[in-house]
């Protein structure tokens, strides 16, 4: 990704309301050389000429788009490039494609971050539609959405779990995914691009912030450990993280210290 892909990041959050489906790509660049944004924007207008006729779950399950179960874990199911390629995906991930359909046609439509999985919701009806397009793109009853936390998460369902969530949100746990993806797989030089693609979209969470001083340090840029741990506790000295924060940033000087 280039530094200018990352400003684009950088205006797309800040300035409100955005293209999911933009923003997914500008994340799927660091991860892929072979991003056609242009190619893989199009597709998405081709789906939602469809659905403006046909309906976006209509025309999305009628693709073929279906839920990866048989490789869960691999990194391209939260890509939306790989994903209007292989037609399956991530929870998140074909839910950020039907999210980006809808808003190109109109329709009311949300993400809902629930514990362990995510759905979405039609809006257009006086009380939510909730729809899983991992499992098929099934209606869900409420009944359905508990059963489904309790069993992806192992916590109680409460009525909060079918909020709607923000785009930031759905960005934010897109590259949650993505890092602990890269992460069982020993791969730090991936994990550390969605930390600070992260920071980018969140950069006030201060466990990002732990995560990247560590995963900084990892890779042998240990100034830039510092000035990222040092510079956020300068202006969040009382952060909930900011303990483990400070124990990152000691154990990067006595590292330091020990290499000299």
Do not use: K
């Not at 597709?43 to 399950?61: H, I, K, N, P, S």
């Not at 809902?112 to 257009?124: N, R, S, T």
């Amino acid at each position: 990704m280039s530094a200018a892909t990352r400003a684009r990041l950088a205006e797309l959050v800040a300035d409100g309301p955005m293209d999911l489906a933009e923003a997914n790509l500008l994340i799927a660049a660091e991860g892929s050389q072979a991003l056609d944004m242009g190619l893989a924007l199009g597709q998405v207008e081709a789906l939602a000429d469809a659905a403006r006729a046909e309906g976006v779950v209509e025309v999305l399950r009628a693709a073929g788009f279906r839920g990866a179960t048989d490789d869960y874990d691999d990194p391209r199911n939260s890509f939306l490039h790989e994903v209007l390629e292989r037609r399956r995906g991530l929870p998140i991930a074909l839910a950020t494609l039907a999210l980006a359909v809808a808003a190109r046609v109109g329709a009311a439509m949300a993400g809902v971050g629930m514990p362990g999985h995510f759905v979405i919701a039609d809006l257009e009806a006086p009380e939510p539609v909730y729809i899983d397009p991992f499992g098929g793109w099934r209606r869900l009853e409420l009944a359905d959405c508990a059963a489904l936390v309790e069993r992806t998460a192992g916590v109680p369902f409460r009525l909060e779990h079918v909020a709607p969530v923000s785009e930031r949100h759905i960005l934010g746990r897109t590259l949650r995914n993505l890092r602990g993806s890269y992460l069982r797989r020993r791969r730090l030089d991936a994990a550390l691009w969605t930390v600070e693609l992260g920071l980018i979209v969140d950069p006030d969470d201060g466990e990002l912030v732990r995560e990247a001083v560590v995963l900084l340090a990892g890779a042998g840029r240990y100034g830039e450990a510092e000035a990222v741990g040092s510079g956020f506790l300068a202006v969040r000295p009382a952060d909930p993280a900011a303990p483990a924060i400070g124990d990152a940033l000691a154990a990067v000087a006595d590292l330091r210290r020990r290499m000299n």
